[in-house]
């Protein structure tokens, strides 16, 4: 009787109802909050098509970790896979690959966390913008007790892209300077900390004052305004006319013509982030020898994931990374999110969802 008294009761944790499920005889059963929010898309679209639905807990299989979220990352990439640009087509889909909680179990052969410890994870395996996700050890960090879990939900895809395109794609070394380019944003945030940490000559740029301090306050040697007109010959006469070594790039089709004039003998800019074309002159690469490369975190290597991941922990582990958290919003409110992310102008850091509101 008790036990299906419980069943039918339900409970409210952090003033939310959940349904209360019990699983298995009473003395050795184990508890479930069987269902949970969940931001889902049934088809491809605008922000309309983003739906907060109530939808079973997933469960932790052999080698996977079940995480109560209580942050979550919000990419630029979510939009595309919401409009359908790219990555999963199958529906419903729950969004998002970011995401910080506690572990609330582990499945069969899982040794590097336990129930209760605090994580981040990065990587999709049943979507993150739900108040539960499941995701596996690899794809997972510990998050350190300074940490608050908006800024862990913020390392995921803006750290690793951001590692991936200074080390295996620029081939960045030590004391080169690198710029930067739209450095106020959370990639962009994430390349100045690592590329400090890692001993480059950092120039950033922003598009306010606000976002030129904020950069300045991590580490960058200078900033520049990408939205006053002369800001591309100051950046070049500050390298003594030399030009930069590397650039990763947030907004290619409006600077890349400029870029391949900023860049220095043998000079590569990294393609993080481009929405649009431009006209540029393949022979502005001849002379000083530049290359033009792109990256994308999704084409990574497990191999090559792996050294990302163990260079983020180092860097975690020193305190060099600080992610920096714009603005929370609820879970109800991801569409406003979602409109922000495309839409900011002033960025001043990450926007996270909150699911705990
Ligand atoms: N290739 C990949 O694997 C990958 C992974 C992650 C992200 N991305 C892409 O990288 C871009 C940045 O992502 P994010 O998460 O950092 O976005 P975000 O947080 O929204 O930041 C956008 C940044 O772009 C800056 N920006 C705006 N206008 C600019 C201009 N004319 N020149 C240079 N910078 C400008 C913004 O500065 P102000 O607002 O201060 O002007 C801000 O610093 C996005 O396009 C995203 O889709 C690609």
Redesign the pocket.
Known sequence: MLFVSLVLAGVTLLGESYEYCRVGSLGTSRDHFCSMRAVRIHKFGGVEELKVENIPVPKAEAGEVLIRVFSVGV???DT?IRAGDFGPRTFPLTLGSDAAGVVEEVGDGVTEFKKGDRVYTVGRETGAYAEYTVAVPSRMGHLDDNMTFAQGASIG??YY?AWKALYFRAQAKPKETILV????????IAAVQMAKANGHRVIG????KE?LELVLKQGADLVFN??EEGYVEKIKASTGDKGVDVILE??AN??LNTDLDLLGHRGRVVI????GEIKINPAMTMGKETSIM?????SVTEEEWQVIRSGIQDLHKTGHINPVVAKEYKLDEVAKAHHD?IN????FG?LVLDTTR
Do not use: D, E, F, Q
């Open positions: 990419n630029p990439a595309y895809v803006p892209t380019h739209g450095a106020s944003g959370a990639v962009g740029t922003a598009g306010t976002g990408h939205r947030m907004l409006v600077n993080v982030g481009c929405r792109g990256v994308a975190l999704t992310i900011n102008s002033g960025t990450k």
